[in-house]
Nanobody, 127 residues
Framework: QVQLVESGGGLVQAGGSLRLSCAAR????????MGWFRQGPGKKREFVAGILPVGHSIYNSEFVKGRFTISRDNARSTVALQMGDLKSEDTAVYYCAAHRTTGTNMIETSENSYDDWGQGTQVTVSS
């Protein structure tokens, strides 16, 4: 079973930037679809962004709106989420997740599709 470890969260002012990182340990994840989810206070966990092994990515169109970029480094077994122009509504615990797939070109947005999860990293945006 893969272990996913997130880092990079913290407190930032509105309009600022943060880069979240996720390191996968325990097995190779080069064939997995990787995703970032978040759960704000009193809210359900929601999809933020996902990326295929070959690098194609999608984003939650409701709130990302060009502010975030997901990337991965298969050689280092890491996936990152660069976040900019942060808003108070981005305050949440951000989770990295892995969906074990082979040969798919579809990125799942449902958390139920993901097999492995990190412990989460808190992002707090002050207004």
């Amino acid at each position: 079973q893969v272990q996913l470890v997130e880092s990079g969260g913290g407190l930032v002012q509105a309009g600022g930037s943060l880069r979240l990182s996720c390191a996968a340990r325990g097995r190779t994840f080069t064939s997995d679809t990787m995703g970032w989810f978040r759960q704000g206070p009193g809210k359900k966990r929601e999809f933020v962004a996902g990326i295929l092994p070959v690098g194609h990515s999608i984003y939650n169109s409701e709130f990302v709106k060009g502010r975030f970029t997901i990337s991965r480094d298969n050689a280092r077994s890491t996936v990152a989420l660069q976040m900019g122009d942060l808003k108070s509504e981005d305050t949440a615990v951000y989770y990295c997740a892995a969906h074990r797939t082979t040969g798919t070109n579809m990125i799942e947005t449902s958390e139920n599709s993901y097999d492995d999860w990190g412990q989460g990293t808190q992002v707090t945006v002050s207004s």
